[in-house]
């Protein structure tokens, strides 16, 4: 970014939603560390008051807790804010299938709600958390912006209706949104507990603790792993491009690369081996398919690069080198 978008960016007063939750919190203390005023909105339903202990005394952070759900929340947040980095949301698939209702609640009902919050406190740009998910059934790779399949979950549902809800309230009340379809975010704060934790954390705690990991099917789905700063840097390039031709998009947030399963274990065993030399021989374990999942993630980039100026700082391998780090120092 130019030394103008920075300085808009200090100049700011951001609103994070779901900033108890990996992202969220990563975002908000990059925007701390910037100069940004960030207001910080969440529930504690998936996130932690932990991720925000080093912000929360700062005297440009304000929390308020409260549900996406609740409009007069939504209301309350966005007052006065410049921009909205909209993280919340249930997340998984798995979770998705066994309870929709409350996934359609969150993900839907909840969005909806801070869309109309920010049209009516006259917010300058909404900048959303999309998902891969979105491409569903769709084989081609990689995976292209306009190019989506029949989604496979209702959490993949619920996602591609927020992208015809920005949309739409382009169209209707002229509200400036841009889409971020996240593939697979990994990296420092990722929870590694629950029933609905993501393949990394969870691995690297079990390798951690010397129990195998049980990979869904024969390890040779795929996956776009992308790193968090990545993904930060996507946010806050969205935030401020002034290029016209890129709002009101949506936007694969990946670096452009796939992993097998079978090889991201061997990556994490070659990387926790380096503090523990014992995790070489754990072995790895296999169960059946999920439902839901899709085979393969590849995203192109293309379309970041060109309107946003997107340049990805991390590979997979690069990224979990500094994740695994942050696990041992932090988790061990």
Known sequence: MDTNQLEQLRSSKILVTGAAGFIGSNLCETLIEIGSTVVALDNFATGHRKNLSAIIDHANFSFIEGDIRNLDDCNKACKGVDFVLHQAALGSVPRSINDPITSNEVNVNGFLNMLVASRDAGVKRFVYAASSSTYGDSKALPKVEDKIGKPLSPYAITKYVNELYADNFKKTYDLDTIGLRYFNVFGRKQDPNGAYA??????????????????????????????????????????????????????????????????????????????????????????????????????????AKKLLGYAPEYDMKSGLKEAVKWYWENLK
């Open 198 to 303: 993501a393949v990394i954390p969870k691995f690297v705690m079990q390798f951690m603790k010397h129990e195998s990991p049980v990979i869904n099917g024969n390890g040779s789905f795929s996956r776009d792993f992308t790193y968090i700063d990545n993904v930060i840097q996507m946010n806050l390039r969205a935030m401020v491009s002034n290029n016209p031709e890129a709002l009101n998009n949506v936007y694969n947030t990946a670096f452009g690369e796939r992993t097998t399963l079978n090889e991201l274990t061997t990556l994490l065993k070659e990387n926790l081996s380096a503090y523990d030399k014992a995790i070489a021989d754990v072995e790895v374990k296999y169960g059946p398919e999920r439902k839901g999942d899709v085979p393969h993630s590849l995203a192109s980039v293309d379309k």
